[in-house]
């Protein structure tokens, strides 16, 4: 039905591409990204893409608003050049933490990004780790929401001894268990207060991890303040020793000295968001590659082979 597959690339995460299509084993079609002097960005395609089966991977991370825009002009241009078929590949899914209505004058933001890219061009959507997944609902096209699960676990293969996989707060509980449930390890659940963004308050935990080794399972870090609240509270009670694996390391603030001083053996994080040079010198931090199975994926979607193979 589509003609050949075609990878494009904007400028958030072009090391993550690079490694998509060397495991495709197709290049990159080359895209001109300009920012004029005023702030305002150009694209351009560099090649004709008319009938074919498009991906474009951009995730929405820092800086947000010119990522995502950039990406909305990718998706545009693809639709004015005929593209067959086009898929937005977004690793990282920003205004994903805006998801319904706060106060009573509040935007869904999560909302407002899903039918700016539709608009845009967006006939498909593949993603990692959605903060929240009902929020696939929010677009009118096929979402598939890949997990990072197995490629966080094999990395913490070599990890020896009773494991118990922690949840940092009650909404991360089903994430948690699904871990735990993967490599028979118990479940624990930290009780965790927000008085406001940012800023979240570890009290204690529910469940056992006296003994055993603790492994606190997110899907992002952002500021870092309530994974390492979680890490002492951890140790305070009883926990022999922490380590953390989150998807998307967002990495904002003070989140890279919090990670430096806090008790942790390790954090693993994966690529969907490229570290900045200040991650880079954190010993601490440990990167494994998605780059693999959104390769599947997209491999899938073009051959019109099933992806929730990919969810097992």
Known sequence: MY???KILTGTANSKLAEDISDHLGCA???TLTETFSDGELRVEIGGSVRGQDVFVIQPTCYPA???LMQLSLMLDALKRASAGRITAVIPY???ARQDRKVSPRAPISAKLV??????AGAQRIVTVDLHAGQIQGFFNCPVDNLYAAPVLLQHLGHLRGELVMVSPDAGGVERARAFAKKVDAGLAIIDKRRDRPNQATATHVIGDVEGKIAVLVDDMIDTAGTICAAADVLLQNGASEVHACATH???SGPAIQRLNDAPFSSVV????IPLGDKALECGKLQVVSMAGV???SIRNIHDSSSVSALFL
């Open 3 to 5: 003609g050949d597959m």
């Open 249 to 251: 390391p967002v990495l």
């Open 114 to 119: 899903s039918d700016i890219l539709s608009v």
């Open 65 to 67: 608003n010119t990522n």
């Open 93 to 95: 899914f920003g205004y």
């Open 28 to 30: 990159l079609t080359p």
């Open 269 to 272: 994080v994966t690529d969907t």
């Open 294 to 296: 959104l390769a599947k």
